[in-house]
């Protein structure tokens, strides 16, 4: 290690060096800012660091020069590896000099905890990291050697953790490119900490008490102040959810690290103290006038530095005799980097396509048209845009996962989309030529003069499958035997496949797809999701404003049609409807008196609204029960979100008296997506349901305690993590002991194939996904279940 990057004297040449994140905190500090002082200890120092691990493994012992290409499907061998590359760096020796080089500049100071800041720069590409706060984390530590060297090496073995690995591997980055450099800052207890994001729409201020690590975390919702950006003036704020704060631990800074356990110095934070907020204190806001106004002070003195766009991190540290605001972390949009080619986020839906660019930077609200075959370009996207993206081309949104609305929308839709791209309604302009690529999660800008083109997920149909979508061995949906029309299967692949067992079924929820995907190798309609059909023929507006318009005859004529397209285009294959299930504000339109829960994460979901609101679902029953008279049985019910077996009891008699049960084919199926059925399955299934279907989006963020729609939480969102993949394995072996079918309609399966090896395993009935995974799922099922044939006959035989 031959020097420190002081934050005060860093050049534009350290900048691979140092990383983005110190390089533009010195940018700012250069020109006079409060950001606290710090060194940079280099990316080549990693580098060093790894030559001189001494390690007999080959996997290890090449590391410094090696891409450390994984089969990041295969989510036990990178586990392994990740594991085994992370012990080898947190048990290794840092030298000497070093750590006494760092202690001797920190020791300046005189403050008695560090805090250690990973810093990356992507070498040999113009575009900055994007928002990788969930991959490398600040790494709290004493001021004494043993606590560096340990801190140390927990900041550079981030790196190499499993979500690391998949992320720069799925991001085409070799991991050659990434330069891991080490901001060292003295770090002070904080009256209050959080983040500022400017755009030219408006101003967001977030805020906390204590330190940052609890927004990093997920574990407070911060107070929120809406600034306008001209004048500087409160708009509106609303109070956070905080309860409790972090502060240092001035105890842990005076013990020897020596002294204290393995378990304790693997890989926890010694430093910090999480500690419960007086009442009074989660009642107030965590900023008084004076310290807003100070950082809306900063915010307009950056505006002349970084433009109108832009984010930052503060803290006021609690410093003697006065607090002091410092800027923790500056990011400004990628279009302030010259000669800026691609911008990286997360594929959402699979195909390529090249357009023009249409930019909405209001999300809040409906735009009242979109130009036919444009790129959208939002923050995010509303349920109720559906109608307007069947004009679209392609959809790039800044915020949402996987399994945001954006991104399902998208994949039913068969529309390429790139969700989580980082400032992209900043760096992208209306009438600017694109190319979404949703396979890699990349947008590019075309040359001005590219004819467009889309490469959708493949759709077409073969000659080469027999389905067996008849009643088998194992319970299933039924299909209806007395339907007015017969169904032909045919591939949608190029070569012969082999019968699967396992039912494939589809998630669908617009009638005008009927005919391209009818033809897919299916079972039938695994999840109808009516909220989202019936957006189509709402006009914007709730059911009950049709009513009170008198308009209800017109309403269930419409609704009936709908459901019977379903049914008719997929006879005599199964359809499951599911009724109704949006929380009250995914519809800006509805009238303000079913706007109760508007800010509630669940609202009132489910089947409870129907029962504050039965009119509604007996409206929706009713449209059911027409289409039963026309001749179709071949659709069944799915109803959500059920919290307890007596608001299912009483649903299923609603049922029985619209009619439905008096056909035999009939089935009444419950959603297994609040925790509560892994205890109460037994009972429900006394009560009367025929099957559940396992919605693993509602399922993981219920189980892990994260708003998949919510930024900050986002990150923790896993539904591979091992208590989401428990539940799901004792549902199947739940349904198995009941007697009754068991299905998976959640996104999991689509976006983790790797799963579908357990689910078949474990004796999943039905997996059910967007048209657009049908191929891939398909060949899982298949290759999956030859597996479990070979094992068995290797059994056999060595059994014989």
């Not at 004494?144 to 799925?170: C, D, H, M, T, V």
């Not at 911060?222 to 502060?247: F, S």
């Not at 356990?261 to 693997?266: D, G, H, I, K, M």
């Not at 994260?706 to 989401?724: G, I, M």
Request: hydrophobic share 40%; proline share 6%; glycine share 6%.
């Amino acid at each position: 290690m031959d020097k420190l990057y002081w934050l005060d004297q860093i050049k534009l040449q350290d900048r691979a060096k140092v990383g983005d994140k110190a390089f533009y905190l010195s940018r700012i500090m250069q020109r006079g800012y409060p950001v606290v002082p710090g060194f940079v200890i280099g990316a080549e120092v990693l580098q060093e660091f790894l030559e001189t691990l001494n390690s007999s493994e080959s996997l290890v012992a090449d590391l410094p020069h090696s891409s450390l290409h994984l089969d990041v499907a295969n989510w036990r061998q990178l586990q392994q590896v990740a594991g085994r590359l992370r012990q080898e760096i947190i048990t290794a020796n840092v030298p000497e000099s070093w750590v006494s080089k760092i202690l001797t500049a920190a020791r300046k100071w005189e403050s008695e905890h560090l805090i250690l800041r990973p810093t990356v720069m992507v070498a040999n590409t113009t575009q900055p990291v994007g928002n990788i706060s969930g991959l490398l984390e600040s790494v709290f530590c004493p001021c004494n050697p043993e606590a560096i060297a340990l801190g140390l090496k927990r900041a550079w073995s981030q790196l190499f953790r499993a979500r690391s690995l998949l992320y720069w591997q799925r991001s085409s980055t070799n991991l050659q490119q990434v330069n891991l450099a080490v901001l060292v800052q003295p770090i002070r207890d904080a009256i209050a900490s959080g983040l500022l994001n400017a755009n030219t729409s408006g101003w967001e201020i977030t805020a906390t008490c204590g330190l940052e690590v609890a927004i990093a975390n997920g574990e407070v919702l911060p107070d929120v102040y809406y600034i306008q950006p001209e004048t500087g003036q409160l708009i509106e704020q609303q109070l956070g959810n905080k309860i409790l704060a972090y502060r240092l631990d001035n105890i842990a800074a005076k013990d020897d690290l020596r002294s204290l356990p393995p378990s304790v110095l693997s890989l926890e934070n010694t430093s910090l103290v999480a500690y419960l907020l007086e009442e009074n204190q989660q009642k107030d806001y965590a900023l008084s006038t004076d310290y807003l106004h100070k950082i809306i002070g900063l915010g307009n003195q950056l505006l002349t530095e970084l433009g109108n766009n832009f984010d930052i991190k503060w803290t006021i540290s609690q410093e003697t005799p006065t607090p002091k605001l410092y800027l923790t972390q500056v990011s400004t949009p990628q279009s302030a980097i010259p000669h800026l080619q691609i911008i990286k986020g997360l594929g959402a839906a699979r195909g390529r396509v090249t357009g023009t660019a249409f930019v909405i930077t209001n999300s809040s609200s409906k735009p009242e048209q979109l130009p036919q075959g444009a790129i959208l370009v939002a923050r995010t996207i509303q349920p109720d845009w559906l109608p307007l993206l069947q004009r679209v081309t392609g959809i790039i949104t800044e915020q949402g996962g996987l399994t945001s609305h954006a991104a399902i929308l998208a994949r039913e839709l068969g529309i390429p989309a790139v969700v989580s791209a980082t400032d992209v309604t900043a760096l992208i302009q209306s009438g600017e030529r694109l190319h979404v690529d949703g396979d890699r999660g990349e947008v590019s800008r075309a040359r001005e003069n590219t004819a467009a083109e889309r490469t959708p997920p493949r759709w077409s149909s073969g000659e080469n499958l027999e389905l067996n979508y008849s009643p088998s061995s194992m319970p299933s949906l039924p299909a209806d035997s007395n339907s007015r029309e017969t169904f032909t299967p045919r591939s949608a692949f190029s070569a012969p496949q082999p019968i699967i067992a396992t039912q494939l079924l589809l998630n669908l929820s617009q009638s005008s797809l009927i005919a391209q995907v009818q033809s897919l190798p299916v079972d039938g309609v695994g999840l109808l999701r009516s909220e989202l059909m019936m957006l189509t023929i709402l006009e914007g507006q709730h059911p009950n404003s049709w009513l009170v318009d008198g308009r209800q005859a017109e309403l269930l004529e419409l609704w009936t049609d709908q459901i019977m397209r379903f049914a008719r285009g997929f006879a005599p294959r199964p359809v499951l409807y599911r009724s109704l299930d949006w929380r009250s504000h995914e519809l800006p339109s509805f009238p303000h008196q079913y706007q109760s829960s508007s800010q509630a994460v669940l609202g009132e979901r489910g089947i409870f609204s129907y029962l504050l609101n039965p009119t509604i679902f007996e409206l929706e029953l009713a449209a059911l029960a027409a289409v039963q008279k026309a001749g179709y049985s071949n659709i069944n019910l799915l109803l959500p979100f059920v919290r307890s077996v007596e608001e299912f009891s009483l649903c299923r008699q609603k049922v029985e008296q619209a009619g439905l049960t008096q056909i035999p084919q009939f089935q009444l199926w419950i959603m297994a997506e609040v925790p509560s059925v892994l205890f109460l399955l037994p009972e429900y299934v006394k009560a009367g349901v025929a099957g559940i279907s396992i919605g693993t989006n509602d399922l993981t963020q219920l189980l892990l305690g994260v708003d998949r729609e919510q930024e900050q939480l986002a990150k923790k969102f896993n539904e591979l993590h091992p208590a989401v993949m428990g539940a799901i394995a004792q549902l199947i072996e739940m349904s198995k002991d009941a007697g009754i079918p068991c299905a998976i309609c959640g996104q999991a399966p689509a976006i983790y194939p790797e799963i579908i090896d357990r689910l078949v395993q474990w004796g999943i009935t039905a997996i059910s996904v967007e048209p657009e995974a049908v191929e891939r799922t398909y060949q899982a099922i298949a290759r999956a279940e030859q597996r479990l044939i070979l094992e068995a006959a290797r059994r056999q035989l060595k059994g014989g």
